[in-house]
Structures are given as C-alpha cells and as structure tokens.
C-alpha cells in the first residue's frame, strides 16, 4: 500500500467518524435521568438537560420542544413561547400565498447514510407533536395573559390539522409499498413484532388527529361566537373521541344551531335528552394532562439478506420498538366543597398517536436497514476479491459502520399519556376543587375563582411525580392567569402571574 493509499484510507475513516459522531443522538440516552428528574420536582436539573439539548446539530429541533414543555411545566409560559416559537418557525412558513407546512419523510428518501444509522439524520418533528407544540403555544399565551396571541396559535392549529391531513396519509402509503416491494419478508418480520401494540393502536384512526386540540379549537371559536368553525372544530373532536360525553354534548348543542335535521337524528341514534345539552354562562372547562409518554427502545431482529450472489445472510438489525401496553387512564374525579361536579374523560391518547406514528414511518426504517445491510455484505464480498488496499478500506468501513448500530428512538418524551376533559357548570366566587385520581395518594387541591359569565379554563399536569396547575379566562372576564405548583419539595406554591 502507498503512502497516498494509507492517507487515503485514514482520511475516509477520519471522515466517517466525524459523519458519526458529529449525528450522535445523545436525546434517548438522557432522557430517562432527566425525566426522572424532571417528576421529582427538579425541573432545574431537566432544563439543563433540554437546554444541552438544544445545541444539538441533529436533535436540536427536539431540544427546543423538551426545554418548551419542562418551561411550561414551571410555569416560565414566556420562555416555552420564545422555545416553542422556534420550533413552529422550523415547520410552518409563512408565504404569499398563506402558510405551508413543513414536513420530514416517512419514506427511505429521508437522509439515510449507508454507512451509518438513523440517528445521524437530524430529528425532524413528527406530525402528532406539531399539533402538540401547536395546542401548547395556545395555552402559553392564554396563561400569559394574550387570549389575542392565543387565538392566532388557534388558527394555526386548524391549518396545520387539515394540512397535515391532506399530504400525510398519502406519503405513508407510498412508503408501505416500497417497503412491500423492497423488503416484503423482512416488513412482515417487523410487523409480526409489532402485534403487541395493537391495543393501543386501536384507539386512533391515524398518527396525527389530535382529538384534545379540535375540541380547545372549537372551545375558542365558541367563545368568539364563530358559531360554524366551532361546530366544525366539535365536529372532527367527535369523530376522535366519539366517547367523551363532554364532546358528544358539546357537538350537538352546536349541530342544533347549524343543521336541525343531522342534529335530531344523532339525538334519535344515540337516545340523548335535549335538556342536558344546555350550558351555564359560568363554567370551568378542565385539562387533565396524565403521566409521561411511553419511550421507545431498540430490539435486534435477525431478518434474512440477499448478497449480489443470490445467496442469504441471516443479519441482526436494530428497529424502534414501544413495549408499554395501552395506558389504563386514571379517571379524575372533580368534587367542589364536598360535592361531586363530575368525572374526567379522556379526549386524546397521545401515547397511541405515538405509536401509530412509529407504525407509518416503519416501513421507512425497513428500507433504509435493509438498505445499509445489504450495502454492507456486497461491500465486504467485493473486497474480499479485490487486492489490500479494497479490503484496508473495507476494514475501515466496517469499523465505522459497527459505532453506529442503534435504532433512532428520538421522540418528545415529555409529553403526557393522554389528557382527559371536563366542563361544566359552577356557581361565581372563590372555590377549592378537590382532584382525586387513583394514582395519587392525596388529592390535589386546586383554588379557582371565577367571575360570573366567566369560563376559565384550568389546566392540571401531572407527572405521576410533579403536578403543576394554571387557570386562565377564556371570556375576557375573571382574574389575571394563575400558575402554582403542588407536592414539589423544590417549590414553593402561589405563583401569580402578572
């Protein structure tokens, strides 16, 4: 071998580990410590984590949405908005012509090294956490004091619904039958692997319908008096959460208004007494956010692969895996002075839209590891047919390529399982809302005042660990926003905003 060879050879190793390790995905390898952390109370500690995060040349995107939730979940609603804002800028553009929605791949065309993973590819926000981030940022500069500013995130979380809707389905399609055409043998493999979540697949139609955030759409057009896109907003709410009794009355108090005969034939099908659809001018509309999103894990599988000679390598290849069976929600009973207002439904699950995003971007992952596999065996063959210098290269190859044998896991894992709802009537004045869930021990006391012909709007997170609480008016009427944190031992409660 020459000298120009050898600095041939050790400048493309040089180049390879750099590709590597500048891509490094550090996100899933912190983030348990730092959600740990982050139920402890020490929300400190897990902004350092998210504020790294940031800076991250591949996961950077990821870092602003982290560090924008765990902001919020300290009650800095100003900070999340500048992060979140960064963040909603990366998808949606503004143009001449309106806004465009930005979105990354689901098919193997996604910048895919054949020499390395995924998890150089930089993270590209996943459908279901941009209608997160946008529901968010609503809330953010309702608890800021701006129901203005919340009203535009509003809107934009309507685009982005029906955007989103228009162009995604379709390209997961497309990325199915590549993957069927490409990799038929080792896609069934991965699917049969995947059996175990269908359960919590089977809640959602699809990977970016966000039941919670229609019904908050609808909920701010009412108050509006834009009669018809609330309806609309109640309507798609419906369709996702055709369970939730709160967004069944809230749809066909408003079909009533807009279209009498669809009204009464929905009442006739489901046997509902038209009384009860009736609301009160003065009302608590609660957001129950429960635990922490489930997190996703590498598995090998052994999946046969074809070299340039016909023959089959049986190759163990890593694949992003949920293992956490359906979350089983923990009704939150809401009593007020000794007396029952009624019990929390659950509106979205966003652990399923997790998983079902996983599920649309499979077939993605299938082709570009069968791709890297293959690549690799005919390199190898090749080079054990040529002379010193293919096969130096090839070792150099293969001692790069063998760093970097773990499946994307990337994901916003500081977001809830699901987020339950409640509205309802209350008298005006100061109340203490007792909130029992069966997965705390101790209720959680909540003070809310409300002014008369006020419906604000009270937002509980809880962690499973920490639990956070914010109200704010959705009327223009009421109390300035309030934030406290409850059973934190690095707190201090009574916050109130300004």
């Known amino acids: 071998m020459t000298y120009v060879q050898i600095n041939l050879a050790c400048g493309l190793l040089i180049a390879n580990f750099a590709l590597l390790t500048a891509g490094c995905a550090t996100h899933s390898k912190g983030a348990g410590t730092a959600l740990a952390e982050l139920k402890s109370g020490d929300i400190g500690s897990a902004l350092k984590w998210s504020e790294k995060l940031k800076k991250s040349s591949r996961s950077g995107d990821l870092g602003y949405i982290e560090s924008g939730r765990i902001k919020m979940l300290s009650g800095d609603f100003a900070g999340s908005r500048a992060d979140f804002e960064i963040a909603i800028d990366k998808v949606l553009e503004e143009t001449e012509n309106g806004p465009v929605i930005r979105l990354g791949s689901v098919g193997s065309t996604l910048a895919a090294s054949t020499i390395a993973d995924d998890t150089i590819r930089k993270y590209k926000l996943s459908p279901y956490e941009i209608i997160q981030l946008l529901h968010y940022q609503t809330l953010n500069y309702l608890f800021s004091g701006d129901p203005q500013g919340a009203s535009v995130e509003m809107r934009r979380t309507v685009f982005a619904q029906d955007a989103i809707a228009e162009q995604y389905s379709r390209e997961v399609e497309e990325a199915q039958a590549e993957a069927d055409q490409k990799a038929a043998k080792v896609m069934e493999s991965v699917s049969t692997r995947m059996e175990s979540m269908g359960p919590t697949l089977e809640r959602t139609r699809s990977s970016h319908e966000n039941g919670m955030a229609w019904y908050f759409c609808g909920l701010m057009f009412e108050k509006q008096g834009d009669l018809p896109n609330a309806n609309l907003c109640y309507r798609k709410a419906w369709e ?113 839209l ?112 920490l639990a956070v609480v914010a109200t704010a008016s959705l009327s223009g009427k009421g109390e300035l926003p309030t934030y406290q944190q409850l059973n934190n031992p690095f707190y201090t409660n009574g916050v109130s905003l300004q």
């Open 354 to 465: 997790a998983y079902r995003d996983l599920k649309d971007k499979m077939p993605g992952v299938v082709v570009r590891n069968v791709t890297r596999a293959v690549t690799k065996i005919v390199s190898q063959q090749v080079a054990n047919l040529g002379n010193d210098f293919t096969k130096y290269g090839m070792m150099l190859f293969n001692a790069v390529s063998t760093l970097a044998i773990t499946s994307d896991t990337r994901a916003w894992y500081s977001i809830p399982m699901e987020t339950q709802l409640y509205r309802g009537s209350i008298s005006a004045g100061a109340h203490t809302l007792e909130c029992r869930s069966p997965i705390r021990e101790a209720s959680l006391s909540i003070p809310v005042n409300v002014s008369e012909g006020e419906t604000r709007v009270v937002w509980i997170a809880d962690t499973g660990g």
């Open 240 to 352: 996702l959460a055709p369970q939730n009794s709160f967004i069944v009355k809230d749809f066909l108090r408003l079909l009533h208004t807009q279209d009498r005969q669809a009204f009464l034939d929905l009442v006739l099908q489901n046997n509902m007494d038209v009384k009860n659809l009736t609301r009160g001018s003065t009302e608590i509309v609660v957001l129950y956010e429960a635990a922490l999103i489930s997190q996703r894990h590498a598995r090998k599988i052994p999946v046969p692969i074809p070299d340039f000679r016909e023959s089959i390598t049986l190759v163990s290849i890593d694949f992003p895996f949920y293992s956490d069976p359906a979350y089983t929600p923990s009704p939150l009973t809401i009593t007020d002075n000794g007396e029952e207002l009624g019990v929390a439904e659950p509106a979205v699950y966003l652990q399923s």
